[in-house]
């Protein structure tokens, strides 16, 4: 399944820097969601993009997961050339991502 069927996201940038987070619809589902959706696999997902570390934060009272992604975004919003170096368009990448809710 689409992580988007159990879960929705916000973004943020600063400089060379993404913040995408993931907040399941319902608390029963984060656990699998935080078991599914590692740091690890998130760097993975985004290999093209992400050129350095990603840092995953647990908020588990909202049920949700902060991934802070560094040197993403082609140098910033205005160091690059790029049509779209805003880390918005992450939040929609992220949850287009495969999950298996068994893990």
Do not use: C
């Not at 913040?19 to 608390?27: G, K, P, R, T, W």
């Not at 997902?45 to 802070?68: C, M, S, T």
């Not at 975004?73 to 068994?102: C, P």
Request: glycine share 8%.
């Amino acid at each position: 399944m689409k992580l988007k069927e159990i879960a929705h996201s916000r973004t943020g940038d600063k400089g060379n820097i993404s913040n995408v987070s993931v907040i399941v619809y319902e608390m029963g589902d984060y656990e699998k969601v935080k078991n599914s959706v590692t740091a690890d696999r998130v760097k993975d997902y985004f290999q093209e993009i992400v050129k350095g570390d990603v840092k995953r934060y647990e908020l588990p009272k909202i049920g949700a997961l902060n991934f802070v992604m560094e040197n993403a975004l082609g140098g910033g919003v205005t160091r690059s050339l790029a049509i779209d170096r805003h880390g918005k368009s992450l939040s929609s990448a992220l949850m287009d991502m495969e999950i298996d809710l068994l893990d």
